[in-house]
């Protein structure tokens, strides 16, 4: 089986690591992997906070089974991208009911903290050095087309074959957007950038403080720590953001990095024999580190039904549709996250928190999903994966009051 992943960024690596832990654990031969990258297209150079889970896989592809009781090797390892243990995140949030609060990551685990710039890099090399299953080419992809025999990958004059390709070429273009829907979490959408050598660091912990116009995260990494001042340049003009930011961090605005995004996701993760990953699937926005965790979750449940037999015996049109309903469903869920990240638990008046408070809280009553956990919780029955990702959300809305259809509930 042939299996081209395109792209050289977070989300490629994040692909490669899994790909190489179904090869092994299944003992698989005939498996040939690609990567197909254009250097001269740069990569986006942002999302440095993940999961436990995406911690525990990336330590999986140095060998190391329980991360908890190996800290020390996988910590040497993951200094080649400038990486930390991530604890938790600690809210400065100016909430109504109570101060600051820490969300710490389950007893026992870790995420990481990575250089985007770095991590993606390091990481494919590091699996070229270690498998002749891998090989990498280095040019622009033009178009990709597909029938029942497989996916060509046209790249200038060559045109290279696979049975199936993850595309992670970041941003999709303009002129593809018409495959893409809107969230109705639309909060942030702008971002100014700034980065500086930090020597003595106090915690490994993401830090998310909220702001007049929005919030602001902070990463703790090795050599550095960077700072993101997330706002909507809908409310907001870039001009005063980055004055606002400039004074709160006592820096020229010459030094910052500042950028838009539309916040979309894809109506199909995976047609046919192609799926889509990385921002080329969706990019919402930083509420909870989800992005690169998403990204793990989704491959893990199409790789068993792709990889399962060696390539013999693959119904692309079965996984497609089992990967698409799961896209959909989970978009909808890290919505309902993001919106508990916004409905309401701070102090602040303004025109982003009263548009972003108001929205927010219109969606959370409306989610059906959002209900089903709150009767849950209500009733102590907490089971699910995102039952527990709401779970650990709860100290946002920790006061926060809701109507579900008969009677208000309180959230304590
Ligand atoms: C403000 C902000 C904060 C974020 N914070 C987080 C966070 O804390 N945690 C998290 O998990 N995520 C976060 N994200 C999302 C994050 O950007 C993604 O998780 C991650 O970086 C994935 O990037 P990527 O690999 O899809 O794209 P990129 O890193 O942009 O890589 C795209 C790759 O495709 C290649 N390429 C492009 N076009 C072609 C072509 N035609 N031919 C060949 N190669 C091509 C490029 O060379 C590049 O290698 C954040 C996003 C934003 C906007």
Known sequence: MKICVIGYGSAAATSLIAIDQFIKERNLKTVEVTCIHDPKTPTIKVGESTSAKFAETVAGLFGITNLYNNKKEFIKIINNFDGTLKQGTKFYWKKAHGNNFTINLSEQSFGLHLNSITFGSFIIKYIKKKNSYFNIIK?????????????????????????????????????????????????????????????????????????????????????????????NNKITSSKEAIKEFSRIKKIKASKLRSFFWNQQFKKQAMEGRVLSLGNRLNLLEPTGALALHYYLKLLLTVLPDIMHEDGNYINFTYTSAIANRFHLESIQKMQDIIAINYCGMNNIKSAFWDYAKRKSNERLKNSADFKRWLHNYRNNRLTSYWDFSYNYFLSYINGYRINLGTKNVDVI
């Open 139 to 231: 040019t622009k992809v033009k178009d990709l087309t597909q029938d029942g025999n497989g996916v060509k990958v046209y790249c200038g004059k060559n045109v290279y074959e696979y049975d199936f390709v993850i595309d992670c070429r970041g941003i999709p273009e303009k002129t593809d957007l018409k495959d893409y829907s809107l969230p109705d979490t639309d909060f942030v959408n702008s971002v100014i950038l700034y980065s500086k050598p930090v020597k003595n660091k106090t915690d490994n912990y993401t830090s998310a403080t909220v702001h007049r116009n929005g919030w602001m995260f902070s990463i703790p990494l090795r050599n550095k720590t960077t700072w993101g001042y997330l706002y």
